[in-house]
């Protein structure tokens, strides 16, 4: 695909902004903020994938995976503010995950040690797990707020933080997997997952873009399930103290 | 003979230097205005919250030398909104068993129905079919799973119709009777501390102005526990 191809797919672009003047929804400034952002972001990160790959080293592999792990970090934390500490506890769940999954792709043979696999498919895994732990964040501490009184009550009969929380815990973990869940189902059925389109687009074999994309739902599951479960089990001690009292959600003045 | 002692106990901006006894087998009502600090000061009883400074003693020993959990299974405690887990009747009375991985004989929790005027056929009934005056009643029965000797009751009946409210006080002084129980019990409604109680906590803004026989709250020469008992405050 050429640049004079990508400007005549602006038109996709006009439609929605031509919807939005029409209808006066308002949208106009964001549809403009969001197609320059997405030019410019994905532009930059295409000059810089190019640069790495071609200079084939293990330096700047990982400090692509460091950015992609610092920016997914910066995004969570703000959905976990009143959890003190949170931010150590997604860089942890992070790294975890990243080394886990590609430990084992590399370790197994799955993938070979090259930047155009590793990179790609570290972005997935953090991103993957970027959105669960939001997901769960934001389930988490809706379960704990509505659950107040329920926590304070098993305290109150004698039990551990551990087994006040358990409820309100697996809860949150049970609904952030969800919808991984629910979207594997109906793979290939409903949509054409986006990494192997990609990859048809891009001219690979179909039936080898299939094998990746297995690779890439089962990594999802993983992830899916390592994060909730991992920045779950870091939080919640943190919403009681030493004395086995439940102090919940601490937001700063002003928050 | 005292069963809690609060000696000299502050509490952040809410309790300041309260010190007190709670005596052994009787029902002592908390009363006073809003914001006195009542729920504060029994939530520090079972150690879900510490003071700052001062102690608490628990027949002698300063609860903050005792095992936390263990306490808090010998002092039972009922909230205002008598919270439940989802599930059964019976699931609730289980709680305190299940949270040691132990299960309620269903015998038992039958027993404990009864005790609270419920019938044992609400065993199985979902905790949400439950009436205002029925849940209260499970909470209370919930309490007594763990035998404690304390037991700490937060304006049980503040949602509840008059009826249910008479019916609950009765049931309060029958179980303290049949099962000797130390009784706290926090109340919004004066007439009601003066049916249930044998001694009365008069709080206002977290201090501990007077306590002792409940005869007292109609005696006092105190201008300020005069100017509630008016309504005036």
Redesign the interface.
């Known amino acids: 695909m050429s640049y004079i191809e990508l400007a005549t797919a602006l038109v996709f672009v006009v439609i929605p902004l031509a919807l939005t003047l029409v209808l006066r929804l308002g949208l106009e400034r964001d549809i403009v903020i969001a197609t320059v952002r997405s030019i410019t972001q994905l532009l930059i990160i295409g000059y810089i994938l190019t640069f790495v790959f071609e200079s084939d080293s293990p330096i700047f592999m990982l400090l692509m995976i460091l950015l992609m792990i610092g920016a997914a970090t910066q995004n969570i934390i703000k959905k976990g503010d009143g959890i003190p500490g949170i931010t150590w506890m997604i860089v942890l769940t992070l790294v975890t995950i990243e080394t886990l999954t590609m430990g084992l792709m590399l370790g197994l043979g799955i993938i070979p040690f090259e930047p155009e696999k590793v990179i790609p498919i570290s972005g997935m895994v953090i991103g993957n797990s970027m959105v669960l732990s939001l997901l769960f964040l934001n389930k988490f501490k809706d379960e704990v707020e509505r659950s107040d009184?329920?926590i304070?009550?098993?305290?109150?009969?004698?039990?551990?933080p551990k087994?006040a929380i358990d409820?309100s815990l697996k809860n949150a973990i049970r609904t952030s997997m969800i919808p991984t869940v629910e979207a594997q189902k109906t793979m290939g059925l409903v949509q054409l997952p986006g990494m192997m389109s990609g990859l048809i687009i891009g001219g690979a074999d179909p039936m080898e873009a299939v094998l990746y994309q297995l690779l890439i739902l089962f990594l999802i599951l993983t992830t899916a399930s390592i994060s909730a479960t991992l920045v779950g089990y870091l939080a919640y001690p943190r919403l009681f103290n030493e004395?086995?009292?439940?102090i919940g959600l601490t937001y700063r003045k002003g928050e | 003979m005292s069963i809690i002692e609060f000696k000299d106990v502050s509490h952040q901006d809410i309790l300041h230097h309260v010190s007190g006894t709670f005596r052994e087998g009787r029902i002592t009502t908390f009363v006073g205005p809003s914001g006195a600090g009542k729920t504060t000061c029994l939530k520090h009883i079972?150690?879900?919250?510490?003071p700052d400074t001062g102690t608490i003693l628990f027949k002698g020993e300063d609860i903050a030398e005792m095992d936390?959990?263990?306490l808090?299974?010998k002092i039972?405690?009922a909230?205002q909104?008598a919270?439940?887990?989802q599930g059964t009747v019976y699931d609730n009375l289980n709680?305190?068993k299940a949270?040691?991985d132990e299960t309620l004989d269903r015998d038992r929790a039958a027993e404990l129905l009864h005790h609270v005027d419920l019938s044992e056929a609400l065993l199985d009934h979902p905790v949400k079919s439950l009436s205002g005056g029925e849940r209260s009643r499970v909470a209370i029965a919930r309490t007594f799973v763990?035998k404690p000797d304390v037991l700490l009751l937060d304006e049980i009946t503040a949602s509840l119709d008059y009826r249910t409210v008479k019916e609950i006080e009765r049931l309060i002084r029958k179980l303290q009777q049949s099962y000797g129980v130390t009784v706290i019990w926090i109340t919004h409604d004066l007439d009601q501390a003066r049916r249930v109680s044998d001694d009365m906590w008069f709080l206002k803004d977290g201090e501990l102005l007077a306590y002792g026989d409940a005869s007292f709250i109609d005696e006092s020469d105190d201008p300020v526990v005069q100017r509630f008992v008016r309504g005036e405050d």
């Open positions: 009184d329920v304070e009550l098993i305290l109150s009969l004698g039990g551990t087994v409820r004395k086995m009292q439940y | 079972n150690g879900l919250l510490s936390i959990l263990e808090r299974k039972g405690m909230f909104s919270p439940m887990i709680l305190p949270i040691f763990n």
